[in-house]
C-alpha cells in the first residue's frame, strides 16, 4: 500500500471556503474515481493549511486514479480553476504502509456518531 499525502498551503482567509468546496464536491468525486480519501481537512498548526491523505494499492493504480480525476472532463470544466483558486502552493509526498496501518488511520479519522 501506498500513502499519498497533500499538503497545501491555502490563500489568506480562504480556507474555510476551500474547506467546504473540498468537503462537499471534490472529495465525493475523487471517491467516484477509486480514490480511497483516508482523511483531509484544515491543519491545526495554522490557519492556512490543509491536508489530504489517499491510499492506493500500488504506484500504477495511483498514477491511473491521478490522472483519470485530474484529466477528466469533469475536474477540467467544473473544478481545476476554482480549486487552483484557493491555493498558493501545495506538496506531495507518497510513502509505502500497511493496510494496518491504512485501516488504523481510517478508523481514527472518523468523527464520533
Known amino acids: 500500500m501506498l500513502l499519498d499525502v497533500r499538503l497545501y498551503q491555502i490563500k489568506s482567509g480562504k480556507r474555510q471556503e476551500f474547506d467546504a468546496l473540498v468537503r462537499e464536491e471534490t472529495i465525493p468525486l475523487a471517491r467516484r474515481y477509486g480514490h480511497a480519501v483516508v482523511d483531509f481537512?484544515?491543519?491545526?498548526?495554522?490557519?492556512?493549511?490543509?491536508?489530504?491523505?489517499?491510499?492506493f494499492t500500488t504506484d500504477e493504480e495511483r498514477r491511473r486514479a491521478l490522472e483519470g480525476l485530474y484529466g477528466s472532463e469533469e475536474w477540467l470544466r467544473d473544478y481545476d480553476q476554482r480549486v487552483m483558486s484557493f491555493i498558493e502552493s501545495y506538496q506531495t509526498?507518497?510513502?509505502?504502509?500497511?493496510?494496518?496501518?491504512?485501516?488504523?488511520?481510517?478508523?481514527?479519522?472518523?468523527?464520533?456518531?
Open 41 to 55: 481537512g484544515p491543519s491545526i498548526h495554522d490557519e492556512d493549511s490543509y491536508y489530504l491523505i489517499r491510499a
Open 93 to 113: 509526498v507518497v510513502f509505502p504502509t500497511s493496510p494496518e496501518a491504512v485501516r488504523l488511520l481510517i478508523e481514527a479519522s472518523r468523527e464520533p456518531e
